[in-house]
């Protein structure tokens, strides 16, 4: 047995943390560029707490996905500003959009030098400016992820700088920031938390240390999940989201993905859905899907082992089956009122196209099984 494991430096974590990166941050830089999403106005105590603490913020936003002109735009800012460090405040996407001008700022060269799948996949030259992941969301766990996801409008997909030195030197996760979000985004957030814990469980690079934070963030998502939904300010619900959110982005940095996650990457470059949507919409469609190819072409795998583990999980019966998994993951869907694909404008004539991306995206070489293109086919018009 061989695995490698690698996470962010250093994590901080728990309700009302957030004071301490006035004495967490200053070692790391004194001049931030400061990242932040669409409500740029959230970060107002936050630069409050970095400017007590000597830190002088140069504030930048992203206010959708994390474009590649975008990340130049905030290559070209920083650079102007001689900043020596970056810090993200917000969702995924600001997370991902600060973590790549971090690992570009000491290099040369244009994003698609270093992104893989549409671009040349060169690995970094010099190592990236000090980065601190701050968290608003409970969802993709790029506090703890070794990848940036950028979209390129150029080539309609979304693809990953990726390596280790991309991992965060800080993450601070207070999960009372992710008080006040809407319940379709707390659905959607979660749900991709969720997937990005049953996928790197059920890889092909699963390990017995992802296993065991795998396991228990399921046990956290499925039990906290509606609650932070119908109860936005439950603490202990919006606590348990946000350490399902990290497990699953320490999860998925060291055993990969899947399906669901191979879909995102051409679905979120062609068409205006929120990745944790998508993921939402996708997961009990891939789940059924991988479970009936395991049955029809690998039965004695331990890959329906692990689903009939997940499905134990979901349904809290020790004596589920691994079918029961995909049902149970429906009934969680319908109880958080999921849209389907085609709220987003997919249709049945968008199929092919995204099915002849989704074969190259690399989250695909984790799945359990090698799925068909006729299997990826059926499970897009399921989910639209």
């Known amino acids: 047995m061989t695995f490698e494991f690698a996470t962010s430096g250093r994590i901080l974590f728990g309700p009302g943390i957030l004071p301490e990166a006035t004495r967490a941050i200053p070692p790391l830089g004194r001049r931030a560029l400061l990242v932040t999403g669409r409500a740029a106005d959230r970060a107002g105590r936050f630069i409050a707490l970095l400017e007590s603490g000597g830190v002088a913020a140069v504030p930048f936003s992203i206010p959708g996905e994390p474009e590649i002109p975008r990340i130049r735009e905030g290559v070209r800012q920083a650079r102007a500003e001689q900043c020596d460090m970056v810090i993200s405040f917000g969702g995924g ?13 000491p290099n040369s060269g244009e994003p698609l030098d270093y992104l893989e799948v549409i671009g040349k996949g060169n690995p970094l030259a010099s190592p990236p400016l000090p980065f601190v992941a701050v968290p608003t969301t409970a969802g993709t766990g790029s506090e ?5 996801v950028l979209a390129s409008p150029e080539h309609q997909v979304k693809a990953s700088l990726r390596g280790a030195a991309l991992l965060p030197k800080l993450a601070i996760i207070d999960p009372e920031l992710t008080f006040g979000l809407p319940p379709a985004v707390t659905a959607a957030t979660g749900l991709d938390a969720l997937t990005q814990l049953i996928e790197p469980y059920t890889s092909v690079r699963a390990n017995p240390l992802i296993d065991a934070i795998c396991l228990e963030g399921m046990r956290r998502a499925v039990r906290s999940l509606p609650r932070a939904f119908s109860h936005p300010e439950d603490i202990e619900a919006r606590e348990d989201m946000s350490l399902a959110a990290l497990f699953g982005g320490i999860a998925l940095a060291n055993a990969g993905l899947g399906a669901v996650h191979g879909f995102a990457a051409p679905i979120g470059g062609m068409f205006p859905a929120p990745h ?3 993921c939402a919409a996708l997961l009990p469609h891939v789940t059924e899907a991988n479970i009936a190819a395991l049955e029809q072409r690998a039965p004695d795998s331990g890959g329906l082992a692990r689903y009939r583990t997940v499905a134990g999980i979901l349904t809290r019966n020790p004596q589920a089956e691994p079918r029961d998994a995909a049902a149970g993951l429906h009934s969680l869907c319908r109880s958080l009122r999921v849209p389907p694909l085609g709220d987003y404008g997919i249709t049945g004539s968008h199929i092919p ?3 002849a991306k989704a074969l190259q995206a690399s989250s695909m070489k984790g799945n359990p099984i090698p799925l068909t293109a006729e299997e990826l086919s059926l499970i897009l018009k399921r989910a639209i």
Do not use: F, M
Request: glycine residues 12%; without cysteine; aromatic residues 0%.
């Open 144 to 148: 703890a992820t070794r990848n940036a």
């Open 353 to 355: 196209a995204i099915v």
């Open 93 to 105: 996407s600001a997370i991902d959009g600060g973590k790549a001008i971090a690992a570009l700022l």
């Open 276 to 278: 944790g949507a998508v």
